[in-house]
């Protein structure tokens, strides 16, 4: 079982940017693909981007495509969430998810195996 930190969130102006990132512990990094997933109030869980085990495939929700950027450093058991342009509708908890023995990353929230804590993110206008 890995267990996933999220951290990085908080209050920004809309058009600045944040940096989300993701620490994993307890199982081998490398062998999960990735996924952030958002949930506003009164949402359902929301597809956000996700990458393979080793970075090469990359997948973004239409609604993030090209203002967010997903990365992952395997050596340091960390994924990123780089968000740039952000928008007041951007508002969300923002949350990490973990899945094994994938290797194209899942856009489902039900596909994935351990997820973090969360973490808010805030766009004033």
């Known amino acids: 079982q890995v267990q996933l930190v999220e951290s990085g969130g908080g209050l920004v102006q809309a058009g600045g940017s944040l940096r989300l990132s993701c620490a994993a512990s307890?199982?081998?990094?490398?062998?999960?693909?990735m996924g952030w997933f958002r949930q506003a109030p009164g949402k359902e869980r929301e597809f956000v981007a996700a990458?393979?085990?080793?970075?090469?495939?990359?997948y973004y929700a239409d609604s993030v495509k090209g203002r967010f950027t997903i990365s992952r450093d395997n050596a340091k058991n960390t994924v990123h969430l780089q968000m740039n342009i952000l928008k007041p509708e951007d508002t969300a908890v923002y949350y990490c998810?973990?899945?094994?023995?994938?290797?194209?990353?899942?856009?489902?929230?039900?596909?994935?195996?351990?997820w973090g804590q969360g973490t808010q993110v805030t766009v004033s206008s």
């Open positions: 998810a973990a899945r094994s023995t994938r290797l194209v990353p899942p856009r489902g929230p039900r596909e994935y195996d351990s």
């Open positions: 990458i393979s085990w080793n970075g090469g495939i990359t």
């Open positions: 307890g199982r081998p990094f490398s062998n999960y693909a």
